[in-house]
């Protein structure tokens, strides 16, 4: 058997098993949802790459001249965009996620990204970027020398040797936090646990464990993705505590039976709730094969004919018998995988045939294509 479908297989029983103990385990809150106000920001900002071999903007890139002409006019440094000619500079837009709670002089990693025609931003060095959140608000500055983690070389006659992406690039740790975004979590007396997945029965247990924990009805569901919590009184003063011990409560996780497919790579990963009605699969395939043969035709004698070679074609056709396979109502993974393999599909015609069985309403799970 083919070692993708022996690969899908194995995980699909591991599943049906229960010895994947992350799907069937109870998982800790703070893995499943967060506290509202303690979100992540994303920042952005516009800077110059400078120090490439060569590999820079061209003079066709307009703003990277102007850029450059800006920034030599603030150093006293007067000279017209037109007569800059340089090879080793780059723009880029720089990028951050600014997690909560961060303080005055913490350090962020940055990804710069080239938005004009460089070749590449191996060796190069990030001049002082500012970093703006929606707001337009600075919030922190980037500085310092690039990681690409590749390369890209090439030569006159178009001939290139490339590893990785070398127009985008990590500056680990490499932008300073100058603005702080403040937070009231601590003295609020209610707050709202939200859900990265919401689920109605996933909030209902959330709530249901955070007032097993604390005491009293203080957690309420609102929505699929929102929990209300009141804060006690006997944790006043004490609300980072409360949440320390809310986020560390264990609580089991719902899902909706889907089924993912990546038709490019032939992957598919299926959810323990998926089931199947009863259903009868057949499956068969039509394999044709196109030999040639060259063979020489040689003239008859005194005929002034030429020596010519003719193709001999030969044309077979082999079609595997279709196997009918029944399988039966409310089965698990571990049986429609069984009932499958017993067809021997291939994971193309596997992906064909849940297609199929969803088409017929017997498929009772999302089937996502991505």
Not at 156 to 174: A, D, F, Q, R, Y
Not at 308 to 318: A, G, K, N
């Amino acid at each position: 058997m083919d070692k993708k479908v022996r690969f899908c297989f194995l995980i699909a029983l591991l599943l049906s098993n229960g010895l994947a103990a992350t799907c069937s385990h109870a998982a800790r809150i703070k893995d499943m949802a967060y506290f509202k106000g303690g979100r992540v920001n994303q920042l952005i900002g516009y800077g110059l790459v400078v120090g490439l071999d060569g590999t820079g903007d061209k003079d066709q890139t307009k703003f990277t001249n102007s850029t450059l002409a800006n920034l030599l006019d603030n150093m006293r440094i007067k000279i017209d965009p037109t007569q800059i000619k340089v090879k080793n500079v780059a723009a880029v837009m720089v990028t951050a996620n600014f997690t909560p709670f961060l303080r005055n002089g913490s350090r962020i990693d940055c990804q710069v990204s080239s938005i004009g025609d460089a070749k590449s931003l191996q060796g190069g060095t990030l001049l002082m970027t500012p970093l703006q959140g929606p707001d337009n608000q600075i919030y922190a500055v980037a500085q310092g020398p690039i990681v690409i983690g590749g390369y890209r070389f090439s030569g006159s006659s178009g001939t290139k040797v490339e590893k990785n992406h070398p127009t985008v690039g990590l500056i680990s740790e490499g932008a300073i936090v100058e603005r702080e975004v403040p937070s009231q979590l601590s003295e609020s007396r209610q707050m709202q646990l939200a859900l990265r997945t919401p689920d109605f029965t996933t909030a209902l247990k959330m709530a249901q464990s955070i007032n097993s924990a604390l005491g009293g009805g203080c957690a309420q569901a609102l929505d699929a993705g929102t929990v209300k919590l009141e804060v006690p009184s006997h944790f006043e003063n004490r609300t980072i505590e409360m949440i320390g011990q809310i986020e560390n409560l264990q609580v089991q996780p719902e899902t909706v039976a889907r089924i993912i497919v990546n038709e490019r790579t032939g992957t598919i990963v299926m959810g323990e709730h998926v089931r199947i009605t009863p259903v009868a699969v057949a499956h068969g395939n039509l394999t044709v094969q196109v030999t040639e043969t060259p063979t020489v035709s040689q003239p008859l004698p005194f005929s002034q004919g030429r020596t010519v070679e003719v193709p001999d074609t030969q044309i077979e056709l082999q079609e595997a018998k279709g196997a009918l396979r029944l399988i039966k109502g409310n089965s698990t993974i571990s049986q429609l995988v069984k009932g499958l393999n017993s067809i021997g599909v291939t994971p193309r015609d596997l992906i064909s045939i849940l297609q199929a069985i969803k088409a017929a309403g017997a498929l009772q799970a999302d089937l996502e294509i991505i």
